[in-house]
């Protein structure tokens, strides 16, 4: 199999993604449609892309949990994430997730680029997750609590909100709070055990400040209702701070 898609694969791949994703990613579509294409019925491709030598694209089949098992398996690789983007594509009846992720490998000198050893570490342990029965919890908690630096004491300042979206359809929640150690996992879960599927999602990180965006559906694809998104909020706020907390009204 050629290592690059076609021109006509590329196209394709790009007009399969929203419209979001082609304004913001015009110069990366042929990295990613690369590794869509490498995968083929693997479980899951991993590779680099991006000019400043830190991001990495992970393609799979889309499935609820799918999130909280690639931020594990980036938890035990040692990537702290600055920033992250997760898209599904509609591709031969089925929903493929393209997720990008902008880096730092804890491991590496500051600045020092990614290299294929490192998606290949990924893809191997997201794989491990994705097509056995080991559950990466233990692993991942044990990993943050080693990785955790010390911080002020006292509450999190967070706040967890559904707002409209111009979208239509789906429910967006935004979430904002300081940034620590497997905070994407810690999120991801408590989303997961709430039994909604991310179907798109934004996170950045600035100066130690995470805004995060998760557009949700539940499991069989229906809308979120108002009574349950009170209880996803709980659980979100739960997942950064394991306390009670004043939970803000959706707008």
């Not at 199999?1 to 007009?15: D, G, H, N, V």
């Not at 892309?49 to 909280?68: E, H, I, K, T, Y």
């Not at 994430?81 to 031969?92: G, K, L, S």
């Not at 701070?241 to 004043?246: D, K, L, N, S």
Request: glycine fraction near 6%; include cysteine.
């Amino acid at each position: 199999m050629p290592r690059r898609p076609s021109p006509e694969y590329t196209a394709a791949f790009a007009e399969s993604l929203p419209k979001a994703y082609r304004e913001k990613h015009e110069a990366e579509v042929v990295a990613h449609a690369s590794v869509a294409f490498r995968r083929g019925d693997s479980a899951v491709a991993v590779g680099l892309f991006g000019r400043a030598g830190n991001g990495l694209c992970v393609v799979a089949n889309d499935r609820p949990g799918l999130l909280s098992i690639i931020s594990a398996a980036l938890v035990l690789c040692r990537f702290d994430v600055n920033h992250a983007e997760v898209y599904t594509r509609a591709v031969d009846g089925h929903q493929e997730a393209v997720d990008l992720f902008w880096v730092r490998n804890l491991d590496a000198k500051a600045g020092a680029a990614l290299v294929q050893a490192d998606a290949e570490r990924l893809e191997k342990t997201v794989a491990t997750y994705l097509t056995g029965p080991k559950d990466p919890r233990g692993a991942v908690e044990r990993q943050i609590a080693e990785q955790a630096q010390p911080g002020p004491t006292g509450a999190v300042d967070a706040t967890v909100r559904f707002v409209a979206d111009p979208a239509g359809g789906l429910a967006t929640l935004e979430v904002e709070t300081t940034d620590r150690s497997g905070l994407l996992y810690s999120l991801a879960s408590a989303l997961f055990g709430q039994h909604v599927q991310i179907v798109e999602s934004e996170v950045r990180t600035v100066d130690n400040r995470v805004f995060d965006r998760f557009r949700l559906v539940e499991f069989d694809g229906n809308p979120i209702s108002s009574a349950r998104r009170l209880e996803i909020q709980v659980a979100v706020l739960n997942a950064i701070e394991p306390a009670r907390r004043t939970v803000p009204p959706a707008s």
